[in-house]
């Protein structure tokens, strides 16, 4: 019997040769031929690389197939042979089913990348893969095992439906818990509690643990569904292994960064100790504990926040190239994005920025104090780092940029507060009839009436300027809350008025269209007038 086998493919050959094919069997691998997968029933049976007879792998290939649809369903039932071959300088393996060819494997159909190729070891593969494929084209047309695979169908996605329900359950009754106890923490201590955020946290890890065991159970179903029929078993076992690789891929990804992210941990909890190093140390400085004499109390909060923002920084930096995927093209090319993006479009903002360092280390001016700055008069509430916020007489609040109050003077009047107080000045132009000292006597005792303003230092009056109609005086006055200022001027002018009034002395100063018949002086008799002041 394998005496007439041996025969039988001998005879084949020789026709191939009868037949013309004989001149283009010659093949070397200098040939350029795409490889071509036999695949039966969704299974790979083999790859073919090698032309044979004048026929690509492709073209080998279609015509497998062919013979193998074209086989009678009784030949199902024959042995399967893999008889060897030589022909001229190829050598190879037929692979028959009873008396009807399949296709032939060639040596030159062998992986090339394989170091040693055994071509006896890749036919028993191709063997044992088309009995598979044959016991499936048998198992198709059994219709017991197409009831099981219903059954299986049907049962695996009832189970699926009640894993997905439970699972959504769960999930929002679990999320619902959580953000109710959320909240009643939030509504106890009405500010935040660390608390509240892991629950906050573990709320939406919950959302997300959710999505990720749906996802599982969609994929454990669709798996189950392909292997239950035997046409999609192959598919089943290809997105099997896909998603073992995809797994196996992640977790070594998981295990390849752990080194990286346990450096990283390490450098953020030691960059985290300095910096709660350096901020106690400046709260020393601003409680006054500790007294340096480049380093005031009123700088002290900018410091820190520059100091915390370069050791942050520093961390970073140092820890930036253990990050999982720092060295590669996507983290590159966003890092170069995001610092163009900033050097773009961050120059206004680094504008206002320095002038508010400027603005704090010049100390012009702090929180509380009241200031002028051209047309804004008030106390200021904020000093921030692109802006300052000052609280007019009108309760507005107006937002100054920095670089504004670094081009514009400013007038604070709480600056020397703790020591003389805030100075304020108002000024009165009185005729040349009226006694120079009579009208100082009288802007003092209306200051003196005025209880905004302090005794010491005492007020004092000068003339400013001895003018063609008019002498020009001026009152300054010391108190010690800047915000009343307006309200202290106001009564202050008031009191002026009423010692005049009393007095006599007239305040309107007058322009003269002619001289009057006698010279407009002051008498030394009347040089020091009694009882002039106010009552």
Same mark, same amino acid.
């Given at each position: 019997?394998?005496?007439?086998?041996?025969?039988?493919?001998?005879?084949?050959?020789?026709?191939?040769?009868?037949?013309?094919?004989?001149?283009?069997?010659?093949?070397?691998?200098?040939?350029?031929?795409?490889? $071509?997968?036999?695949?039966?029933?969704?299974? !790979?049976?083999?790859?073919?690389?090698?032309?044979?007879?004048?026929?690509?792998?492709?073209?080998?290939?279609?015509?497998?197939?062919?013979?193998?649809?074209?086989?009678?369903?009784?030949?199902?039932?024959?042995?399967?042979?893999?008889?060897?071959?030589?022909?001229?300088?190829?050598?190879?393996?037929?692979?028959?089913?009873?008396?009807?060819?399949?296709?032939?494997?060639?040596?030159?159909?062998?992986?090339?990348?394989?170091?040693?190729?055994?071509?006896?070891?890749?036919?028993?593969?191709?063997?044992?893969?088309?009995?598979?494929?044959?016991? $499936?084209?048998?198992?198709?047309?059994?219709?017991?095992?197409?009831?099981?695979?219903?059954?299986?169908?049907?049962?695996?996605?009832?189970?699926?439906?009640?894993?997905?329900?439970?699972?959504?359950?769960?999930?929002?009754?679990?999320?619902?818990?959580?953000?109710?106890?959320?909240?009643?923490?939030?509504?106890?201590?009405?500010?935040?509690?660390?608390?509240?955020?892991? !629950?906050?946290?573990?709320?939406?890890?919950?959302?997300?643990?959710?999505?990720?065991?749906?996802?599982?159970?969609?994929?454990?179903?669709?798996?189950?569904?392909?292997?239950?029929?035997?046409?999609?078993?192959?598919?089943?076992?290809?997105?099997?292994?896909?998603?073992?690789?995809?797994?196996?891929?992640?977790?070594?990804?998981?295990?390849?960064?752990?080194?990286?992210?346990?450096?990283?941990?390490?450098?953020?909890?030691?960059?985290?100790?300095?910096?709660?190093?350096?901020?106690?140390?400046?709260?020393?400085?601003?409680?006054?504990?500790?007294?340096?004499?480049?380093?005031?109390?009123?700088?002290?909060?900018?410091?820190?926040?520059?100091? $915390?923002?370069?050791?942050?920084?520093?961390?970073?930096?140092?820890?930036?190239?253990?990050?999982?995927?720092?060295?590669?093209?996507?983290?590159?090319?966003?890092?170069?994005?995001?610092?163009?993006?900033?050097?773009?479009?961050?120059?206004?903002?680094?504008?206002?920025?320095?002038?508010?360092?400027?603005?704090?280390?010049?100390?012009?001016?702090?929180?509380?104090?009241?200031?002028?700055?051209?047309?804004?008069?008030?106390?200021?509430?904020?000093?921030?780092?692109?802006?300052?916020?000052?609280?007019?007489?009108?309760?507005?609040?107006?937002?100054?940029?920095?670089?504004?109050?670094?081009?514009?003077?400013?007038?604070?009047?709480?600056?020397?507060?703790?020591?003389?107080?805030?100075?304020?000045?108002?000024?009165?132009?009185?005729?040349?009839?009226?006694?120079?000292?009579?009208?100082?006597?009288?802007?003092?005792?209306?200051?003196?009436?005025?209880?905004?303003?302090?005794?010491?230092?005492?007020?004092?009056?000068?003339?400013?300027?001895?003018?063609?109609?008019?002498?020009?005086?001026?009152?300054?006055?010391?108190?010690?809350?800047?915000?009343?200022?307006? $309200?202290?001027?106001?009564?202050?002018?008031?009191?002026?008025?009423?010692?005049?009034?009393?007095?006599?002395?007239?305040?309107?100063?007058?322009?003269?269209?002619? !001289?009057?018949?006698?010279?407009?002086?002051?008498?030394?008799?009347?040089?020091?007038?009694?009882?002039?002041?106010?009552?």
């Amino acid at each position: 019997m394998r005496a007439f086998t041996c025969c039988r493919a001998l005879l084949i050959g020789l026709g191939l040769l009868l037949l013309g094919w004989g001149p283009q069997l010659a093949w070397s691998r200098s040939d350029v031929a795409a490889p $071509a997968q036999l695949r039966w029933l969704q299974r !790979d049976i083999a790859t073919l690389r090698a032309p044979l007879a004048g026929a690509t792998p492709q073209e080998r290939v279609d015509r497998a197939l062919e013979r193998i649809r074209a086989l009678p369903v009784a030949a199902m039932d024959d042995p399967l042979q893999a008889l060897p071959f030589v022909l001229g300088s190829q050598t190879g393996v037929q692979f028959l089913l009873g008396d009807h060819l399949l296709f032939s494997l060639l040596r030159e159909d062998l992986d090339p990348e394989l170091r040693d190729p055994d071509l006896q070891a890749q036919a028993d593969l191709v063997r044992t893969r088309l009995e598979l494929a044959r016991r $499936a084209w048998h198992e198709q047309r059994d219709l017991q095992v197409w009831w099981l695979a219903l059954a299986k169908l049907l049962g695996g996605t009832a189970l699926a439906w009640l894993l997905v329900r439970g699972v959504s359950g769960g999930s929002r009754r679990l999320g619902l818990w959580l953000e109710y106890r959320r909240r009643h923490r939030a509504s106890e201590t009405g500010r935040i509690d660390w608390r509240e955020l892991l !629950d906050r946290l573990a709320s939406r890890l919950t959302g997300l643990v959710h999505v990720l065991l749906l996802l599982l159970i969609g994929v454990v179903w669709v798996e189950w569904v392909l292997a239950a029929f035997p046409l999609t078993q192959p598919v089943a076992e290809r997105w099997h292994q896909w998603l073992v690789e995809q797994l196996t891929w992640v977790l070594h990804g998981i295990g390849q960064g752990l080194p990286g992210l346990l450096t990283v941990l390490i450098v953020m909890l030691v960059t985290r100790a300095v910096a709660d190093l350096f901020s106690y140390f400046f709260d020393a400085v601003q409680a006054g504990r500790v007294q340096l004499p480049f380093l005031h109390p009123e700088t002290t909060s900018a410091t820190r926040r520059i100091v $915390a923002a370069l050791v942050w920084v520093l961390g970073i930096g140092i820890a930036y190239p253990y990050l999982p995927g720092a060295g590669t093209q996507a983290f590159q090319g966003l890092s170069v994005m995001v610092g163009l993006m900033v050097t773009l479009g961050a120059t206004g903002i680094v504008t206002q920025a320095m002038s508010g360092l400027l603005l704090i280390y010049a100390r012009a001016l702090r929180r509380g104090d009241f200031v002028s700055v051209g047309q804004v008069e008030g106390v200021v509430t904020e000093v921030g780092p692109l802006a300052t916020k000052v609280l007019n007489l009108r309760n507005e609040e107006i937002t100054v940029p920095n670089a504004v109050l670094i081009a514009s003077p400013i007038h604070n009047f709480s600056k020397l507060a703790d020591t003389q107080g805030t100075l304020v000045s108002t000024q009165v132009t009185i005729g040349y009839d009226a006694p120079w000292r009579q009208v100082h006597e009288l802007l003092t005792e209306a200051a003196r009436a005025t209880p905004q303003f302090r005794a010491e230092p005492a007020p004092r009056v000068f003339q400013r300027a001895l003018s063609d109609f008019y002498v020009e005086y001026e009152l300054i006055v010391s108190m010690d809350r800047p915000i009343e200022r307006v $309200a202290a001027l106001s009564t202050l002018h008031a009191n002026i008025q009423d010692a005049f009034n009393r007095a006599g002395v007239q305040i309107m100063s007058p322009h003269y269209l002619g !001289d009057p018949p006698q010279p407009v002086v002051v008498p030394p008799e009347r040089w020091h007038p009694v009882g002039s002041g106010p009552a």
